[in-house]
């Protein structure tokens, strides 16, 4: 093949040249990779570049014969440039086929027009073409990828970099403005933060899934943090309970705040985001939307008064053996979500609705509240709320304050007459 090519060199390169002008004159009508090249570069230096790679495997060609491998740094070079300028790879990949493919046909007319007597001895020279022509091409290819790569590092960092300009609020509003115009942000929409538990993971960083209702689902970006992730929801028309929808597949406990309008309250949102996802008890809702939790919100965002609630209001409660506390605090968290029911918590927990009345009134006992003062129930759920964001392990020490008396007395009815027993709806 070296021989060869030798012979016909002045006559190939000429036979190149003009092949490489009808390319670029027509390939771009003719070829998806010829356009691709053209809409990117022009004619000139599409012209230049189906040269290049001519030249390139016919030098492949005679190196490879002499035992040299290939010089592949402008291929390199070529396969980073296109990555940076957008380029499909499919395009790049296929420049190099058809080079090949007229390659190929220039140089068995070159053959033909020396000696035709010597095409038979061509044909053995043909893989060594291609296998030029596919190692050239997958140089270009695989600096291509590194440099896609690293391309989509870059732009990784930067989305994260404008997220938590975003979510933390650091800077000042105008900050936010711009951070929200790079993300493509609209200056004035319908957000929402959503924040999942350590621990929890979308598995991808990239949204879950289409939203209910027509149109576009609602465009999600993820932030992954030590704590957990953090999603910055563009709802556009979408309404914030799709958002429980969206996040059902994946399984794991999160806190959605409430819609905001502007991307500098974006902040505010995560910080309510995370008091949410904060009430999604274990045997809670999944998703907890704060809106929909704002009295366990209340509680939640403060601790150390949370902890307090727990001593001061059950107490007594939660000094009890493990079984009686569990069976009380359990009958109180029925008796709440049955709207004060004894008749539906008796069912629910199964069990005759005098037991759950017998349950309660020893509540009422060791706390010292009557379920029939709404002022008392409030606390009662208050406290319940505490328990179970933060269940109790043991048997917590005496409040610091005066505890209340281990037998309450009777409530008083307005006429001055005693009842033992609240009287919860039925």
């Given amino acids: 093949m070296e021989r060869i090519i030798e012979e016909i060199r002045e006559d190939l390169d000429r036979r190149l040249?003009?092949?490489?002008?009808?390319?670029?004159?027509r390939g771009p009508a003719e070829d998806p990779a010829c356009a691709a090249y053209a809409a990117l570069l022009g004619r000139a230096p599409l012209r230049e570049r189906i040269g290049d790679i001519f030249r390139q495997a016919v030098e492949a060609v005679v190196r490879g014969a002499r035992g040299l491998p290939p010089d592949l740094a402008d291929a390199r070079a070529e396969g980073a440039?296109?990555?940076g300028q957008g380029l499909p790879l499919t395009s790049l990949l296929g420049i190099y086929r058809l080079c090949g493919r007229v390659l190929w046909q220039a140089l068995t007319e070159a053959v033909a027009a020396h000696d035709r007597a010597a095409l038979p001895g061509l044909l053995p020279g043909a893989p060594a073409l291609w296998e030029a022509v596919d190692r050239l091409a997958d140089a270009a290819a695989e600096s291509y990828r590194r440099a896609e790569s690293?391309?989509?590092a870059r732009e990784r960092e930067l989305t994260a970099a404008l997220l938590d300009a975003l979510l933390d609020g650091s800077g000042?509003?105008?900050?936010?403005?711009?951070?929200?115009?790079?993300?493509g942000l609209p200056e004035r929409g319908r957000f929402a933060v959503v924040a999942?538990?350590?621990?929890?993971?979308?598995?991808t960083g990239t949204a879950p899934g289409a939203g209910p209702g027509s149109g576009a689902p609602p465009r999600l970006l993820w932030r992954i943090r030590a704590t957990g992730e953090v999603c910055l929801v563009d709802l556009g028309h979408h309404a914030l309970?799709?958002?429980?929808?969206?996040?059902?597949?994946?399984?794991?406990?999160?806190?959605?705040?409430?819609?905001?309008?502007?991307?500098?309250?974006?902040?505010?949102?995560?910080?309510?985001?995370v008091l949410a996802l904060r009430t999604a008890v274990a045997e809670g809702p999944r998703t907890a939307l704060l809106d929909e939790r704002l009295a366990a919100a209340l509680v939640a965002a403060d601790p150390e008064l949370a902890s307090r609630l727990r001593r001061v209001v059950l107490g007594p409660v939660l000094a009890l053996p493990p079984e009686d506390r569990r069976v009380l605090l359990n009958t109180l968290g029925t008796w709440l979500t049955c709207q004060g029911?004894?008749?539906?918590?008796?069912?629910?927990?199964?069990?005759?609705?005098?037991?759950?009345?017998?349950?309660?009134r020893r509540l009422e006992q060791l706390t010292g509240r009557s379920l029939s003062d709404p002022a008392h129930v409030v606390e009662l759920a208050l406290a319940h709320t505490a328990v179970?964001?933060?269940?109790?392990?043991?048997?917590?020490?005496?409040?610091?304050?005066?505890?209340p008396p281990a037998a309450a007395p009777p409530a008083r009815t307005p006429a001055g007459t005693a009842r033992r027993l609240p009287r919860p709806r039925e």
């Avoid at 040249?17 to 004159?25: F, P, T």
């Avoid at 403005?177 to 790079?182: D, N, P, T």
């Avoid at 819609?259 to 910080?271: C, F, I, K, N, S």
């Fill in 17 to 25: 040249a003009v092949a490489a002008e009808r390319l670029a004159d």
């Fill in 172 to 183: 000042p509003p105008e900050e936010a403005a711009r951070s929200a115009e790079r993300l």
């Fill in 241 to 273: 309970e799709s958002v429980r929808d969206l996040l059902a597949p994946l399984g794991v406990r999160a806190g959605v705040s409430p819609v905001v309008t502007a991307p500098v309250e974006l902040a505010g949102a995560h910080r309510l985001a």
């Fill in 196 to 203: 999942l538990g350590p621990g929890g993971t979308t598995g």
């Fill in 388 to 403: 179970v964001q933060r269940p109790a392990t043991a048997a917590p020490p005496p409040p610091s304050s005066p505890s």
């Fill in 81 to 83: 440039l296109r990555a």
């Fill in 150 to 152: 690293a391309h989509g």
């Fill in 341 to 360: 029911s004894t008749t539906y918590a008796a069912q629910r927990l199964y069990c005759h609705r005098n037991t759950v009345s017998n349950r309660l």
